[in-house]
Nanobody
């Protein structure tokens, strides 16, 4: 069973930055597509950003120009650099390996003054 452990969440003021990391218990180079999802209270879980093994990215329109997804295969880590954070970015952020049942436990991001 693959384990995914997210870290880096927290409380930040609007306009601030956070960097989320997701560390896998196995080689992430084995995975074709990985992504970050988020779920705000009362809303459905949504895709934030995804990254293929070949480097192709996709992002939600709401985070274009603000969030950057990257992989560090040497550390088996998927990262999400978030800047210019807005209150509407508040959610639990989850790491996911596409086309599998592998999800992390989530990390809370709260954007508030």
């Amino acid at each position: 069973q693959v384990q995914l452990v997210e870290s880096g969440g927290g409380l930040v003021q609007p306009g601030g930055s956070l960097r989320l990391s997701c560390t896998a218990s196995t080689l992430i180079s084995n995975f074709e597509n990985m992504g970050w999802y988020r779920q705000a209270p009362g809303k459905q879980r949504e895709l934030v950003a995804a990254l293929s093994r070949g480097g192709r990215t996709s992002k939600a329109d709401s985070v274009q120009g603000r969030f950057t997804i990257s992989r560090d295969n040497a550390r088996n880590t998927l990262n999400l650099q978030m800047k210019s954070l807005k209150p509407e970015d508040t959610a639990i952020y989850y790491c996911h390996v596409e086309s599998t049942t592998y999800w992390g436990q989530g990390t809370q991001v709260t954007v508030s003054s």
